[in-house]
């Protein structure tokens, strides 16, 4: 039960965060992306601040023997670069490029009941649903 | 794309509260915020557990919190509907392939230094910028 609460508080969290930021907002986001117009710095002062913010927190935090709720930490342990890493970060840049869009962003917009939101969340899982399909028969 | 000027204070704020969540999922569950990662969960009913779908209500539920009572959520969203279905299309699929995304690779790889992630963050913003300089 705890967990549930801490997850459904750290959305929520996380959420106005990427309200606040504007980072819900494609326009701004497309802003940054787009070097060769007025270039919109915003994103990149968002990923400072969380970086920065996370960066000190991971170190605190991953010096201690266990998290509050758990056994143990889920820190992921992949180190390869592989084509699947390269192929898969150009394809998910393409689509943020077209759209502005992310799956962070794209939840917390659904609940202003915006269509095109929608359609994207929709297209997404779809399209994350296709790659659980496609995956075991691809070669790793 | 007609848009308010830039905020230093906003984006910096903003941020940090996502860092703030981001430190907090590690210290309470010990687990890193990747928000592919998270959803894609939900998806397979064999491996979706109680925490995720709380942190994608939470998500929903800061959107209807805000939006309803505080003031509207400004999107300007800039596509037509068939690219944005291919758009969400590649990001589903995309990120499942690259197993992350601007949360999980973008703020929990980079700021562990995991270099996997800061190589998977410099394609997508690269591969992002390309593709706005040619599409937009």
Redesign the interface.
Known sequence: MKKIVAAFVLGSLFGLGLIQSEMVNPARVLGFLDVSRQWDPTLAFVMAAALLITALGYRVVLSNDKPWFEAGFSVPTNRVIDARLIVGAALFGMGWGVAGLCPGPALVGVATLNTDIAVFVLAMIAGMIAFDYIAPRLKS | ?S?VE???I????????????????????????G??GI??NL??PASAQ??????????????????TFFS????????E?P?????????????????G???G????????????SI???A???????????L??
Request: proline fraction near 1%.
């Open positions: 794309m848009i830039f905020s230093w906003n984006s910096v704020v903003g941020g940090a509260v996502i860092g703030l969540s981001v430190v907090l999922m590690m210290a309470s569950l010990g687990k890193v915020t928000i592919s959803l894609s998806l397979k109680g925490w995720h779908w709380a942190f994608i209500l939470g998500l929903l539920f800061s959107g209807i919190l805000v939006n509207p959520i400004t999107i300007q969203v800039q596509s509907t690219l944005l279905i291919v758009a969400g299309l590649l990001v589903g699929f995309g990120s499942r392939l690259a197993n995304c601007t949360s690779h973008g703020v929990c790889g980079v700021a562990r230094f995991s270099v996997r190589v998977a963050t394609v997508f913003m690269s591969a992002g910028m390309l593709t706005v300089y599409v937009h």
